[in-house]
């Protein structure tokens, strides 16, 4: 397992989320078609060994980077092995900042928030970005914005944007490597 810690470079699995030419992995998979991904890096902080829970069937627990595919993990590790590896069950026990610990059920939810919560309170862990109001309207109007003129960007990963009078407009996803960053959710058309 040590072989698997700190940073690793992952392929992509088909069955995956991820664009290739403007179409999801996951969709050309369903046809039939492979296509060549490209290897992505990620971080595996922790790999722990919990034992064995049956017959060549083994229990670990994995604190990663976002991006990090757990299945993929799985079938690297087999392969290192030799015989082979699938995953069989997985169980997220932390993800964006919550603990299991801190999840409620809805009903407990309805019982304890009078007031619904704001539009954004599910992405508090994320890092912001405050736009100016051209950049809200390109924003709004589903345009990149260029990093280059978002002083004091916070970094990486999936971003909340705000317009300058802290209304949320959506989520963005930097390119570094285009300059720009994505709206991948905007939550209102702009009506002007």
Avoid at 53 to 79: H, M, P, Q, W
Avoid at 93 to 118: D, I, M, Q, V, Y
């Amino acid at each position: 397992l040590p072989a698997f810690t700190g940073e690793i470079d992952q392929i992509p699995p088909m069955y995956s989320a991820l664009s290739v030419n403007g179409q999801r992995l996951y969709d050309l998979a369903r046809q039939g078609v492979e296509v060549e991904r490209k290897p992505r890096r990620v971080t595996v902080r922790e790999l722990e060994y919990l034992g064995q829970t049956g017959k060549n069937e083994f229990k670990i627990r994995v604190a990663c980077s976002r991006g990090t595919y757990i299945r993929t993990l799985i079938d690297d590790i087999g392969k290192q092995l030799g015989p082979g590896a699938v995953m069989t069950a997985l169980r997220r026990t932390a993800a964006n900042g919550f603990t299991e610990a801190e999840a409620k059920t809805e009903e407990t939810l309805r019982t304890l928030l009078p007031a619904p919560l704001p539009v954004d309170a599910p992405f508090a862990a994320l890092s912001a970005v405050t736009v100016s109001e051209k950049q809200a309207v390109r924003f709004l109007n589903g345009n990149d914005l260029a990093l280059s003129r978002l002083p004091g960007f916070p970094g990486e990963g999936l971003t909340r944007v705000y317009a300058p009078d802290k209304t949320f407009l959506g989520l963005g996803l930097p390119e570094p490597d285009a300059d720009a960053l994505r709206p991948k959710r905007v939550l209102r058309k702009n009506e002007s």
